[in-house]
């Protein structure tokens, strides 16, 4: 049995934002008590968060780009100056030496093609019959890994979609606090005087 | 041959007990100062004791709820809540402060009421023969503030005299140990239905099996915390439904006043017979 819970300070069951939404979907939402936007307001300030944390997060990474430009430009210079130095003595600074990450990046793609051709995977006809197709190969260090398929027969559940039947459930609840009836009097007054959710008497 | 070398008292390991120093000190009992103003106290262990058993719990809240851990003396009553349930017992005028109710069962542990009491940064209670106990206390001027007129907005008139048979129909039939909180997929609070005619209620609340018919005086559907219910009916001797945006219980007894706040059903109360 559904139940409207009341208190004297505060909602008993909590007053999270999370507790309000499953309150107000639940037609158990305690209009003296509940706030019917906190569920909004909770979501904005949620992304508002995680929008700061990922501009700090997109600063630190830049600074480091910068850092490595930097890095960079001060080899040239000391590559410049190593090749002035060999002009002068011949000696020949390790700097000027090339990495030769290029030639040995394609000596190992030629490995890992080598061991692909070699797995030649061919899929069971069990598998083949019940749908599956095979997809792709990849190799890594020590593992050859084979991606098999299906395509999906049943109509997919899309959270926007699941979420747009939700809104509309929202504002059915919502429905009543856009009459004047006592209770919701009482919400719409509690709103105009305080505008956030009070957290219950501070430590005297 | 085995050989014992001499030990030799070194530096590095010659210590001594850091308590060792200060032991006498922690022994020593401070009595209070002489020149302590003594505030005198009315008898306040009837009030104490009975609003301690009317405390909640700020544990699953966080310390901005502590209060609800207090037993309140402030404005000649002593004060105890739990959220949903408040009671006031009027002791007479005297300083406010709250303990917790281990504090009061240190004070009961004297035996009779202490007389005098002092609030200079701990609570100095004085007994008549000369006993006293120095602990802390906190205050809530605030929460007094709000509980004050949650109890003076009712009129606490024509209230209805409580039946002993009637109280004891429902103690006897609703006294069961109900399901804890979470059954399954389903939540059990331990909730006890009233109705105008009848009292619907079971170990899962979700499922009720007892059914009571009859007068119940309440004018709405509302449905009772299942321990608050039975706590209240056994101090009550008056009691009254109030309803309004909120439905209340308000219960009385000698010195003791009390709300509790009421849930709302919003489903029909099944009807078992």
Known sequence: MRVVSEGLFFHPDGSAPADVLNRMLDGTMNPRLDSPFLPAFAETHEARERIVAQISRTEGRLAMLRGMLARMDERLAAQEVATAHYAETGEIDPILLPSCESVAKAEVAKQTQQVKDEAAFVLPDELVKAGWSQKSVHVTDNDIIVTIRKTRTDAPVTVEETAKAVVEKFKIALQPFQVDGANFRVLRDRIATRPQQPKGPPDG | ?273
């Open chain 2, 1 to 273: 041959m085995n050989q014992v070398a001499k030990i030799e008292e070194t530096a590095s390991t010659a210590y001594s007990l850091r308590a060792a120093h200060r032991s006498d000190d922690f022994l020593k009992i401070m009595p209070p100062a002489e020149d302590t103003e003594w505030h005198p106290l009315p008898a306040i262990l009837d009030g104490i004791t009975f609003a301690a058993r009317f405390i909640g719990s700020s544990k699953m809240w966080g310390h901005h709820r502590a209060y609800l851990d207090h037993v309140h003396v402030a404005r000649g009553k002593v004060i105890a809540t739990d959220g949903k349930c408040l009671v006031e017992y009027s002791v007479g005028e005297c300083p406010d402060f709250s303990i917790l109710p281990v504090q009061v069962a240190q004070i009961t542990a004297f035996g009779e009421a202490p007389s005098h009491v002092n609030l200079d940064s701990r609570l100095k209670l004085k007994w008549a023969n000369g006993n006293y106990l120095i602990t802390k206390f906190r205050t809530f001027p605030e929460l007094v503030e709000q509980v004050t007129p949650l109890i003076a907005a009712h009129d606490w008139d024509d209230f209805i005299k409580m039946d002993p048979d009637w109280r004891d129909q429902i103690i006897g039939r609703f006294s069961y140990k109900s399901a804890p909180d979470r059954v399954g997929y389903k939540r059990s609070k331990g909730l006890v239905y009233f109705t105008p005619d009848r009292i619907v209620g079971g170990m899962y609340d979700f499922a009720p099996d007892i059914e009571l018919r009859m007068v119940t005086h309440t004018k709405a559907d509302v449905a009772f915390d299942q321990k608050q219910l039975l706590r209240a009916l056994k101090v009550a001797d008056e009691f009254k439904f109030v309803h309004g945006d909120v439905s209340y219980f308000l219960f009385k007894a000698p010195n003791v006043r009390g709300v509790i706040a009421l849930d709302r059903p919003v489903d029909p109360v099944p009807v078992l017979s």
